[in-house]
């Protein structure tokens, strides 16, 4: 069987046809990676935003710890007393480590003059085994008097609080007992939440 040579428009399609269909390609390609350049990081932002929040929360909580710590040593060595007002994060602080634990993460950064905790000022000079209910008393607390060695009332509270979790607005707040909580701005820090 003797068949008649093929056209050789049979052997390939015209270049034009496959030029268009080239360029269709690249252009679904660079508009797709477009998209995902523009659109991942609007879709990721909050989660980096809630991450970056629990961080400065979690920082806040660790910072509250650890001076309370400091205080309850100095207080043993120094017959039960807390450190007077004035002076409290300069009598304490070789008992909390480092200077940066007096800093609340949301104002302040290393190297900065802002600090953000406060001793209140109830309690200061005090013997702190005298302190009746300790767990329901705060001892140091978010405050908006961000010099060292604040001492403060709970009205300088900052309100909208420094953190957020779940849309609450939270400070965190120290007690007499060495328990930090994350206590919302709305709430009385002397009633403790379950």
């Not at 049979?10 to 995902?36: A, D, F, H, Q, R």
């Not at 900052?158 to 609450?168: D, N, T």
Request: hydrophobic letters at 40%.
């Amino acid at each position: 069987m003797n068949m008649p040579p093929a056209s050789p428009s049979e052997y390939s399609s015209s270049p034009k046809k496959s030029n268009k269909t080239l360029l269709t390609i690249i252009i679904v390609l660079v508009g797709g990676m477009c998209l995902c350049i523009v659109a991942v990081p609007a879709l990721l932002a909050p989660v980096f935003m809630t991450a970056r929040e629990s961080a400065l929360r979690n920082g806040a909580m660790g910072n509250g710890k650890r001076i309370i710590t400091g205080l309850q040593i100095y207080s043993l060595d120094n017959n039960d007393l807390l450190p007077p007002g004035d002076t409290w994060m300069d009598a304490s602080s070789s008992f909390v480590g480092r200077d940066s634990y007096f800093r609340s993460p949301a104002v302040g950064r290393r190297g900065s003059s802002t600090f953000g905790f406060a001793l209140r000022e109830e309690f200061a000079g005090t013997a702190l085994p005298k302190i009746k209910e300790p767990e329901k008393e705060p001892l140091v607390f978010d405050s908006t008097i961000l010099l060292w060695n604040a001492v403060a009332g709970l009205d300088t509270l900052p309100k909208p609080g420094r953190y957020s979790k779940e849309g609450a607005r939270l400070n965190i707040i120290v007690y007499a007992d060495g328990s930090a909580k994350q206590v919302p701005d709305s709430q009385d820090p002397h009633v403790i939440a379950p």
